[in-house]
């Protein structure tokens, strides 16, 4: 019984994995492949077309069918035209060694103008690669074309079923995107409910960096999910599943605002509640809703239903009732009580969202439904992005210099060395060299332990498997294995293909000899990545950091404003307000990643780290702040209350602006003032509106938190 119960709970989780649909399509690919080239004797395409199909699968995004048809066709005129070109360069050392750096930079900043475009520059580049192993094996074809022509065919045949694929399940790849939304927000509540531990010795400052560095990970789910939403929509009306699918992530919006939000500091109400249970009901409350909302996630992905949420409602109860008690008893600030409430008011009104209680930020016309497009709307905005990347400062153009450069080197070495299999070098330096350093080092590393695995369990697999259909079957499972593994665990994934490749070239009779040119090909690629990462146009974090500081203060400031707005004018969630709350949250991403990149540079490189981390921890907890304002917007009745409330706000937004200023010039940051604080604490005094009390005492914060700020970067700019 328990057995079975297992291996139900296993094949559940099968079934509701985002990488399933991608791999049963390469295994069906690449089965497809082999029988017919088996049934039609052309056993020596077999190795070529299946090559195709990876390079394919590589090359695809989760765009919806018709998306999808006109990146197909955009993917195959660019693989036909690399194929050709190699074909026809590759007997000409020179011509070859000219072109393909210009032809790998072209690429990299085709990247500029769409993800999509990005990734198909990427698969791209790899059949480029697939086409030169292909031409340089020991029994050439007699038609060079040949070889171009199987690899094109067999990236057509995946394109082909990838297409059919999405005509079938055209809400997959939405499902599975709200469900990582979802899975990251159940993640970031989780670690949310710790700082409200009153216990003492808790080290709130760490759980906030933490929290910090969470949030890029739900950020970065909601871009990916908008997306997918837009090319499913585009200039229609959404209708049917996409319109629910679209309302799903209005609401992900929505709890991710309120689950950010900071009311009051945790410090300062561990210590005034430390002899009271009211913080650790928080906790459990948010504990209970960081795992409804994995339960969401996984009713996405396998298409059920959500349970029953009584423990939510008891425990929202029993908080209910701490909270009042805590109101009757205690000798508490006015102002930590008014908090409190407030945050009682988020809790209750994240729990409306994930019960569907409500409607989540229900469109009140096609403003409040639409999506902004990530996408270029022309040829000439196409055209304006990647110009606007050619100069020394953008990371992509470092990044396309240097690869094309870190290629040609790899052309040069094995040239020099007459090494057999030696484009092996070339695919290593591609896939090793990533436009980070922190990044290239980590994947050097997997690469290479990844190869050497890879070659003792393919040796392993010769000797012990010899029969072919055997090894047919393993090529098969060995390239599944890759492409279920090659986001999350790299390490498997080259494991997976190494054992392809010794696998593949066994077939035409070599499996053995490919084994040491393979991890010689892959030490020197790996070292090709890391000189060229440290040398050629170094893209370190550091110096990017002034821009990245000022921006995530100038969207804050911008997030701000617009919230302000709406406590004048009333609650609106339009297009203008959803755009300036997610490029807040962008910006504070962004920050967090870039400092964990920087983190893995070496040593002298790291630009005042800790000041750096305390700047971060301090711009995430301002930024709760903020989205604190933006969950509880509703209009001030008080025609005196909102005039104090808009100039208190515009003085914030003003100095935040100022600091971000003062950072990209050369002038020292200027000493906090306490201009703000004085215009808000004399009026919040005599005022009787509980609203505008609540968005004084948040500005109040706030600007406590940018003079913090301003503290910081002045120490960032003096060391």
């Known amino acids: 019984m328990p057995s079975s119960i297992s291996l139900l709970h296993y094949w559940r989780r099968l079934r509701g994995s985002d990488r399933l649909a991608e791999c049963q399509r390469v295994l069906l690919a690449l089965g497809g492949v082999i029988v017919f080239c088996l049934w039609r004797d052309h056993v020596a395409a077999t190795v070529p077309a299946m090559l195709g199909v990876i390079a394919c699968a ?55 103008v769409s993800p999509r475009y990005a990734t198909i520059a990427g698969g791209t580049l790899i059949l480029a690669i697939y086409t030169m192993l292909g031409a340089d094996q020991p029994a050439p074809l007699t038609n060079p074309l040949s070889e171009p ?99 799903l992530y209005f609401k992900a919006q929505d709890i991710h605002e309120r689950i950010s939000s900071s009311h009051y500091p945790y410090p300062e109400l561990a210590d005034a509640f430390y002899h009271s249970d009211v913080l650790f009901r928080c906790e459990h409350m948010l504990r209970l809703q960081a795992q409804q909302c994995r339960e969401q996630a996984h ?48 809790i209750g009104a994240i729990q409306t969202l994930l019960d569907n209680e409500g409607a989540p930020t229900a469109p009140l016309d096609n403003n409040e439904s639409a999506l902004q497009n990530p996408g270029p709307q022309s040829l000439r905005e196409a055209w304006d992005r990647v110009t606007i990347q050619l100069t020394t400062r953008s990371s992509r153009f470092r990044h396309a210099v240097r690869l094309a450069v870190a290629l040609m080197a790899g052309y040069a070495v094995l040239h020099i060395g007459h090494m057999r299999h030696g484009y092996w070098i070339l695919l290593t330096t591609l896939l090793i060299c990533q436009p980070s350093y922190g990044a290239t080092l980590a994947r050097m590393l997997q690469r290479i332990s990844g190869t050497v695995m890879g070659v003792v369990l393919g040796w392993a697999v010769l000797h012990l498997l010899p029969a072919t259909p055997w090894q047919w079957l393993l090529i098969v499972l060995s390239a599944v294995i890759f492409f279920a593994a090659r986001l999350r665990r790299y390490t498997l994934a080259t494991v997976s293909i190494t054992v392809f490749v010794v696998l593949c070239f066994n077939e035409a009779g070599n499996g053995y000899e490919v084994m ?185 914060l706030i600007q406590a938190h940018r003079d913090r700020l301003a503290s910081v970067a002045r120490d960032i700019r003096n060391n």
Not at 318 to 345: F, K, M, N, W
Not at 573 to 579: E, K, N, Q, T
């Open 516 to 700: 040491w040119p393979r991890l010689l090909d892959t030490l020197i690629g790996a070292a090709i990545s890391a000189l060229a990462i440290y040398l050629v146009l170094p893209d370190w974090q550091g110096r990017q950091l002034d821009q990245v500081l000022a921006n995530t203060l100038r969207n804050d400031a911008r997030y701000l404003q617009q919230i302000i707005a709406q406590y004048v004018h009333g609650k609106r969630d339009d297009l203008a307000y959803r755009i300036a709350r997610r490029e807040a949250h962008n910006a504070d991403a962004t920050l967090s990643g870039m400092l964990a990149n920087m983190l893995r540079e070496p040593g002298r490189q790291r630009r005042n780290h800790e000041d750096l981390l305390r700047f971060l921890t301090i711009a995430h907890t301002m930024l709760g702040h903020i989205s604190a304002l933006g969950a509880h917007r509703q209009e001030i009745e008080s025609a005196q209350a909102r005039d104090t409330v808009t100039l208190a706000g515009n003085l914030i937004v003003t100095q935040l602006e100022y600091l971000a200023d003062t950072l990209l010039a050369t002038t020292p940051v200027s000493s906090p003032d306490d201009e703000a604080e004085k215009s808000m604490t004399p009026h919040a005094n005599g005022i009787n509106d509980e609203t505008a009390r609540l968005v004084l005492g948040q500005l109040s």
């Open 58 to 112: 590589l090359a695809e995004t989760e765009d919806h069918w018709r998306s999808r048809f006109g990146a197909l066709l955009i993917t195959l005129f660019c693989f036909a035209g690399v194929a050709f070109a190699v074909e026809w360069l590759q007997p000409h050392p020179l011509a070859f060694a000219v072109a393909m750096p210009v032809i790998t930079f072209v690429l990299v900043m085709l990247g500029s």
């Open 299 to 346: 009713a996405l992905r396998l298409r059920t239903s959500l349970p029953n949420a009584t423990d939510l409602h008891a425990a929202q109860n029993d908080l209910r009732a701490a909270i009042y008690a805590v109101r009757g008893a205690s000798q508490t600030s006015e102002q930590l009580l008014r908090s409190l409430d407030a945050l009682l008011r988020n």
């Open 149 to 247: 022509m199987q690899l094109l065919a067999g990236a057509a045949w995946y394109g082909a079923l990838s297409l059919l694929w999405s005509v079938l399940s055209p809400q997959l790849a939405v499902r599975h995107a709200l469900a990582r939304v979802f899975d990251a927000l159940g993640d970031y509540l989780e670690t949310k409910s710790a700082l409200f531990t009153p216990v003492q010795g808790i080290d709130r400052d760490a759980l906030l960096l933490t929290l910090a560095m969470q949030n890029e990970q739900v950020v970065d789910a909601l871009n990916d999910t908008r997306i997918v939403l837009i090319d499913r929509i585009g200039m229609r009306r959404p209708r049917g599943a996409t319109a629910a699918r679209l309302q």
